[in-house]
C-alpha cells in the first residue's frame, strides 16, 4: 500500500497532488488549456463515484485500501479464470498438458504458478 502510494506520489493520509481528486503522479500534467485526455475524465468519475467513499474530497488509507486491494475481489481466482480462458484452445472448460505447454508463457508468469514453479515439481511439464 505504501509503495502504491508513493508511486502516485501521493501519502496514505491524503492526496499531496494538486487536485485532491485525481492521483496522476508523473503520468499526467494539465499543461494551460490543454483538453484533459479521456482517461483523466475516467479516473475523476471513478474518484467521485467510488473510491471518495466518505465524499471528504481525498482518500484515506482505507479508501485507498480499498482500491488497490478490494475485498470483494479474488485474486487468486481472476488469476485462475485468465489463464484457463486463455489458454483452453477448445473452449472445453479443461486443460490439457499440450494446451498449458502451448501457453507456458502465461504460466511462467504467473503467480498461480509460483511463477512457474509449480510446473517444474510435475513431470509431465
Same mark, same amino acid.
Given at each position: 500500500?505504501? !509503495?502504491?502510494?508513493?508511486? &502516485?506520489?501521493? #501519502?496514505? @493520509?491524503?492526496? *499531496?497532488?494538486? %487536485?485532491? !481528486? ?9 499543461? #494551460?488549456? !490543454?483538453?484533459?485526455? *479521456? ?6 468519475? /471513478? ?13 484515506? $488509507? ?9 475485498? %470483494? ?13 486463455? +489458454?483452453?484452445? %477448445? $473452449?472445453? @472448460?479443461? &486443460?490439457?498438458? *499440450?494446451?498449458?505447454?502451448? $501457453? +507456458? %508463457? &502465461?504460466?511462467?508468469? +504467473? /503467480? ?6 509449480? &510446473? ?6
Amino acid at each position: 500500500l505504501k !509503495a502504491s502510494c508513493q508511486s &502516485l506520489e501521493w #501519502g496514505c @493520509g491524503g492526496w *499531496e497532488d494538486p %487536485d485532491p !481528486a485525481l492521483p496522476t503522479g508523473d503520468m499526467y500534467s494539465q499543461d #494551460g488549456d !490543454a483538453d484533459e485526455p *479521456e482517461w483523466v475524465k475516467t479516473e475523476r468519475e /471513478q474518484f467521485v463515484e467510488f473510491r471518495d467513499k466518505n465524499r471528504d474530497g481525498k482518500m484515506d $488509507k482505507e479508501e485507498t485500501k480499498d482500491w488497490i486491494l478490494p475485498s %470483494d475481489y479474488d485474486h487468486a481466482e481472476a488469476e485462475a479464470r485468465h489463464l484457463v480462458y486463455e +489458454s483452453d484452445q %477448445d $473452449k472445453d @472448460g479443461k &486443460l490439457t498438458r *499440450e494446451e498449458i505447454v502451448d $501457453k +507456458s %508463457d &502465461l504460466f511462467v508468469g +504467473s /503467480q498461480a504458478t509460483d511463477f512457474g514453479e509449480a &510446473l517444474v515439481r510435475h513431470d509431465e511439464f
